[in-house]
């Protein structure tokens, strides 16, 4: 939790973690190069770490130091644009690059790029061959805001990619199937996982023969989600649970596995009126607990401090929210003492401001606001207590 003074109050921001396993550990391996601010994929190969950065940049792959993370090379993808590069996979022979997001649904130029590793390993330009796809039971274009039909995670499976959207409206992810040949395809869906959250990028478990996604909720909590190997088609079988990762507030966007039971987790850049963080790489150890977090499609239970056996001290904020609904609930264990109540964008713009704990008390009607991320501010005594929030 950081503390920061400003205007004679001070301003509580960030989360606690709760539920974290003890078997999982999270350390910063360091800051990525600001040329990398909005590394979105990520993958260990050959003894470097690759990465690219998100939607509107250069079609560029970074090849960076395992230690120093500084940039050794940039590989040109050619003939292509980076119209939403989110997550990088890899097999024996090529690199996958999914040209996948899609917030508002409405794209119908999805597609994997495939390079070879052999033009990759010898070449700063390469060129790319196109597996188009659109997704076999999309019917509906229209833009609604953001979408169940964005995705950001993708691996190599067999002789199969799948990819797992980030599902904005529901909170699911829903898994498909590609071939990695080149052509036009309808991805074949293949089961669904109710995680409460955002999927951003998904990676082999060589200890199990599973996969682990990364995340993070409404709140900008990070998590992963491990899954135990399954059949010859994908689901999610028993056993498939979700991990609060103790990395603070951010947005969690790339994962690769690396030796030692261990993973690279790459985080954006992000900045606003209250704080900065730069884009970092962390390294998660260790195997899931076997008490770690279930998921039910049904349970919204606030994610934040305190929770059901720890209670909450009087300074503890939590917030929640039931998907689909235009209604941010929040929990504050002394809400009389609310003096008042306000949302700020990320540069620090108040979008609302009312004095009072507000009616009815612990909610707050967010439907007027554009997809984005928020802070929600309590002034209580002496007190600014915020909590960021996604508005989707």
Partial sequence: MGM?????????????PVGLSAQVSVELRGRLPEEVRESSGLLLSRNTLITHNDSGNEPLLYVLDTTSL?????????????TDWEDLAEDEDYLYIADIGNNLGLRQDLKVLRVSKAAFDTSDEV???????????????????????DAEALVAWGDSLLIFTKQWRSGATAVYSLPKSPGQYRARRLAEYPVRGLVTAAAPDPATGGLVLLGYSTQLQPFSVFVPASGPVFD???????????????????LSPAPGNRFYVSSESYANA??????????????????????????????????????????????????????????LEDPDRILARAVYDTTGRTVFFEHGPGSPPGQLDISSLENSVYYLALYVGDRILSRPFLSY
């Avoid at 003074?5 to 989360?15: A, M, Y």
């Avoid at 500084?70 to 980076?82: K, L, P």
């Avoid at 028993?238 to 969690?252: H, N, P, S, V, Y």
């Fill in 127 to 149: 060129p790319a061959e196109v597996i188009a796809f659109g997704y076999e039971d999309q019917t509906d274009f229209v833009n609604n805001g953001n979408s169940d039909w």
């Fill in 70 to 82: 500084q940039i050794r090379r940039r590989v040109s993808v050619t003939g292509v644009a980076n």
């Fill in 4 to 16: 920061k003074k400003t205007l004679g109050w001070v301003l509580v921001l960030g989360w606690i």
């Fill in 274 to 331: 209250f704080l900065s963080l730069p884009a970092s790489v962390f390294i998660l150890s260790g195997a899931p607990a076997p008490g770690g977090e279930p998921v039910s499609p049904h349970d919204t239970k606030p994610e934040g401090p305190g929770g059901a056996e720890g209670g909450m001290g009087r300074n503890d904020l939590r917030l929640f929210r039931s998907p689909g609904s235009p209604i941010l609930g929040y929990v």
């Fill in 236 to 254: 999610f079988p028993q056993g498939t649970r979700k991990e609060l990762l103790d990395i603070g507030f951010g947005q969690t966007e790339g």
